[in-house]
Nanobody
Framework: QVQLVEFGGGLVQAGDSLRLSCAAS????????MAWLRQAPGKEREFVAA????????YSAASVKDRFTISRDNAKKQIYLHMNSLKPEDTAVYYC???????????????WGQGTQVTVSS
């Protein structure tokens, strides 16, 4: 069992940067592929970025590539989403999720956080 809590969201202006954090508790955190997903009002939840349990491999959606970076610290049981050059279309609730090795391909995650709101004003 893994519990996930996101924090770091807020209201920023276009072009600003923001770092989201996700703190995990429970056993075997380091065994999971971790991911960030987001859901904007009226839209389906979409994949943002994922990182394998070793941290050696990361994957990002085309819409955020070169702007967002995912990282993890297994010793601290935390993952991060560094967001640069934010755009109004990045406005969404951002969720942290944990899953198996291919969770980001199957879009299947075993554990979810409650989400944190990011609002980007133009």
């Amino acid at each position: 069992q893994v519990q996930l809590v996101e924090f770091g969201g807020g209201l920023v202006q276009a072009g600003d940067s923001l770092r989201l954090s996700c703190a995990a508790s429970g056993r075997n955190f380091r065994n999971y592929t971790m991911a960030w997903l987001r859901q904007a009002p009226g839209k389906e939840r979409e994949f943002v970025a994922a990182i394998t349990w070793t941290g050696d491999n990361t994957y990002s959606a085309a819409s955020v590539k070169d702007r967002f970076t995912i990282s993890r610290d297994n010793a601290k049981k935390q993952i991060y989403l560094h967001m640069n050059s934010l755009k109004p279309e990045d406005t969404a609730v951002y969720y942290c999720a944990a899953g198996g090795a291919y969770a980001y391909i199957k879009n299947e995650y075993a554990y979810w956080g409650q989400g944190t709101q990011v609002t980007v004003s133009s």
